[in-house]
């Protein structure tokens, strides 16, 4: 017989990371493979995690002076051609549509209708600085209309091969924000605060420690002069970049024509800047702190953050538990707690494994003796049984901000606790070669001269690594690692 | 020389409703056409009012136990054929996507590549009954899994040869619901409820008065038994269908094989309801409510509730004036009203009629006078300069709630009389004639009956007239009139 404890999840992250991964997904009931090519469903509990990113997100890119907008999801062949890099980078994932209307074939069957052939196809946006740009064209007249910040939450499309949820679908939903500076200074500056407010995000609202950065050339956004990244670890070692943003320079305003009057009567190209963050986010959520009972959710972008068990004995306690319950419902709703009751038929087992598996922060279970006592008793996700402890009613309305508080907390340290560990300085690409010939699980820092040359290619391309970024806080080293 | 008052807006309603109508989308910045055959890019202002649309709507059908999610674009052939009216509908106006990468031509051009044409095309989804029935047939076993209450926020797109800006495009943003039920009862019932949630929402939110009804067999939606609908009439006479409602009864749950094993243990077929509402209210907004100097938003709505304009005469009294604002800013905020303040460089004259031609609810002035007196002066947008009245920054704090709630009935209340003055019983086909030969700009009601047989379907033809739907509380009646 094992001696291993049962864990609700099977593989364990040990045993198989990656399989370990959809399991958890599929336990949290959060996504699941969409009847399309490379697409997912975002089940409901899923989407609420998102719903809470965007929420959160979007009040801090409003303070930061960005307005909301919505630009066409199909953007002309021409429009994609403009920029050089960018079009090399996004034709060979594109979606193209070609026909605008279906007519029954020979065989009956639904196929596009020869007459309805478009005289120019149309991509579904992999991203859209091209289309966004013609719009600045015609938006921006001068120096007054500077900067402009726009941003639009939508979905984008890039053809995947090798779909994974969360972390590479072909269709996915993101925020893109464009915006436009009248000189280099202010927009490279503008970059660095995007890349800040996404730093911010990650670390306060999702409990992920993150790596500042800059991309190598290599790894640049196609058209861009400059991209900073967010890089995390997540628990298997591989870096998952949760997100990036980029100074254009005047490649993408002189391709889409952005001219200005300058504040000297000249006309001027605009400098751009672009960013984003995607439902990729919930996949490194899940790699960051999910354990082998399945998901653990940071509070503050939890859909539920308590989830309240009401245990009955006998059909008589039913009523007397459940105004219980309501009383203690109106207390933590009035402080803006998000609170899930599970009332439904099932057995108390079930509903608190279902609970752990979905990752609620703070358990409660309030049955005839707490309802005598006048107490309950509650559970912390992270911790387990061992966090398991009784108090009244008030002390936990009282109280209850400040464990989910030290919930997040706990989950920000684990995550920074197994980075830091598993960051190794390396002085020379022979002592690289080492350490992930000995699979190494982990990043790999060492100076940036290093990613010169042959034999770092030949290093990277064996053992799969890529050059994560160069930490904008030590800018003459690079990080190295496998990545998702 | 003209008698006309000079209006902002040219030419006015009465000369030329359609142009006058891109015409005040124009001069509020609400949106353009895209540069994409059929698209529009809904600009900041005009995404606001989406945004607080969405908001509204999102908390109410939560309420009612609605979970959002998120369903693929792409819906491959055969799940749209499942249907055979739903396809028939919709198959006309489909964007088809048939390649899934991009290569250079033998003219250096981009075109579709060759070797990645799809095996099976995909259409942009036009609606997601087919693949959120095919979800459902997966997620629901038991009556226990049901009522399923899912709606997802998404752009869908549907290919117009005759677009207009929020009305008709190509592309265009919405809410659809689907939910599942048990039994007939149960979704006929929840079809009325979804149905009275957009009629609140219109009436109390969008200041529209509605009529709720149901579809003659004619104009339901492809595949529905039942269609509900709000029509609204505009100020020219002419309808707009502002949501609708469908009871689908088991015909997508036959297609889709969404069946349950029911409460006596019998494998069962769902009955389905799906419910829409779009951007197109956008366009309702501006046709109901906006004037020959602009637009006039209902408050409840209005990107900025209050516009603020400061009055600097000399350069000395901008800090005094900029911080008296501040303080008044910061007293309705705490209130949760919407505030704009316009400290651009632009002359006061330009500031004011800026937010009429946006349709700013009220207006504030606050120069060196008032901040002496401790006042300010207001004025409505829908009562325009005979509303102008000065009051104490307090009094104006107490009173503002009151004052935008005033706004909200005074434009309902308008739309209302409008529409009611332009409703005619009709008790017969010739007399229906006669009214519309007549150029009658309104609604003809008369008994349902009529519409049966040949010289109805000549009459509306050539009038361009439709069914627009037999009124709930008055099913032998039938409301006729031409529509957008």
């Not at 021409?78 to 979606?95: D, L, N, P, Q, Y």
């Not at 679908?169 to 009248?182: I, P, R, V, Y």
């Given at each position: 017989m094992s001696k291993k404890a049962k864990t609700a999840i099977t593989p364990t992250r040990e045993e198989?990371?990656?399989?370990?991964?959809?399991?958890?997904?599929?336990?949290?009931?959060?996504?699941?493979?969409?009847?399309?090519?490379?697409?997912?469903?975002?089940?409901?509990?899923?989407?609420?995690?998102?719903?809470?990113?965007?929420?959160?997100?979007?009040?801090?890119?409003?303070?930061?002076?960005?307005?909301?907008?919505?630009?066409?999801?199909?953007?002309?062949?021409?429009?994609?051609?403009?920029?050089?890099?960018?079009?090399?980078?996004?034709?060979?994932?594109?979606?193209?549509?070609?026909?605008?209307?279906?007519?029954a074939g020979p065989d009956g069957k639904l196929q596009p209708a020869k007459s309805a052939k478009l005289e120019e196809p149309y991509v579904i946006r992999p991203t859209s600085e091209t289309i966004i740009g013609d719009a600045m064209a015609r938006w921006i007249q001068s120096y007054r209309d500077l900067p402009m910040k726009l941003n639009q939450w939508c979905n984008v499309m890039r053809w995947e091969m090798r779909p994974r949820?969360?972390?590479?679908?072909?269709?996915?939903?993101?925020?893109?924000?464009?915006?436009?500076?009248?000189?280099?200074?202010?927009?490279?500056?503008?970059?660095?605060?995007?890349?800040?407010?996404?730093?911010?995000?990650?670390?306060?609202?999702l409990a992920i420690p993150v790596i500042r950065g800059e991309k190598t050339a290599d790894e640049r956004f196609p058209g861009a002069v400059m991209t900073l990244t967010i890089e995390a670890m997540m628990q298997d070692g591989k870096a998952l970049q949760a997100g990036t943003s980029h100074y254009l320079g005047q490649n993408f305003a002189k391709s889409c024509e952005i001219k200005f009057q300058s504040r000297e009567g000249v006309e001027e190209y605009a400098h751009t800047t672009s960013w984003g963050i995607s439902t990729r986010l919930i996949g490194a959520l899940i790699m960051s702190h999910a354990d082998d009972d399945g998901m653990i959710m940071p509070?503050?972008?939890?859909?539920?953050?308590?989830?309240?068990?009401?245990?009955?004995?006998?059909?008589?306690?039913?009523?007397?538990?459940?105004?219980?319950?309501?009383?203690?419902?109106?207390?933590?709703?009035?402080?803006?707690?998000?609170?899930?009751?599970?009332?439904?038929?099932?057995?108390?087992?079930?509903?608190?494994?279902?609970?752990?598996?979905?990752?609620?922060?703070?358990r409660v279970e309030i049955g005839g003796r707490e309802v005598d006592e006048g107490t309950l008793t509650?559970?912390?996700?992270?911790?387990?049984?061992?966090?398991?402890?009784?108090?009244?009613?008030?002390?936990?309305?009282?109280?209850?901000?400040?464990?989910?508080?030290?919930?997040?907390?706990?989950?920000?340290?684990?995550?920074?606790?197994?980075?830091?560990?598993?960051?190794?300085?390396?002085?020379?690409?022979?002592?690289?070669?080492?350490?992930?010939?000995?699979?190494?699980?982990?990043?790999?820092?060492?100076?940036?001269?290093?990613?010169?040359g042959a034999d770092y290619e030949r290093i990277t391309k064996q053992h799969s690594l890529t050059s994560r970024c160069m930490p904008l806080d030590a800018p003459d080293k690079v990080i190295v690692g496998k990545a998702y």
């Open positions: 198989n990371f990656p399989e370990w991964y959809q399991q958890v997904i599929k336990a949290a009931d959060m996504a699941e493979n969409a009847p399309v090519r490379g697409c997912m469903t975002i089940k409901p509990y899923g989407y609420a995690v998102w719903e809470n990113m965007q929420r959160i997100f979007d009040d801090r890119i409003k303070e930061l002076g960005v307005q909301n907008a919505y630009f066409p999801l199909l953007i002309p062949l021409e429009f994609i051609s403009r920029e050089a890099e960018h079009v090399e980078g996004f034709a060979k994932e594109c979606a193209v549509v070609t026909h605008h209307r279906l007519e949820i969360f972390l590479r679908t072909s269709e996915f939903l993101w925020q893109e924000g464009h915006n436009a500076f009248e000189n280099e200074e202010q927009a490279r500056d503008d970059t660095h605060k995007m890349l800040n407010a996404y730093a911010e995000f990650a670390e306060n609202s509070p503050r972008i939890a859909p539920h953050q308590v989830g309240i068990i009401p245990i009955i004995r006998n059909d008589a306690d039913t009523d007397e538990i459940m105004s219980y319950i309501d009383d203690l419902v109106a207390k933590l709703k009035a402080q803006g707690i998000r609170v899930n009751i599970d009332d439904s038929e099932g057995r108390t087992g079930d509903k608190m494994w279902g609970m752990i598996k979905q990752g609620v922060p703070l509650h559970t912390r996700r992270d911790l387990g049984r061992d966090s398991k402890a009784s108090c009244s009613v008030d002390e936990f309305a009282g109280s209850v901000q400040g464990i989910l508080d030290a919930i997040h907390d706990e989950l920000y340290r684990r995550a920074q606790t197994l980075r830091d560990e598993n960051i190794k300085d390396v002085s020379g690409l022979g002592e690289l070669e080492a350490l992930f010939k000995d699979n190494f699980a982990g990043f790999a820092r060492m100076d940036v001269a290093l990613i010169e």
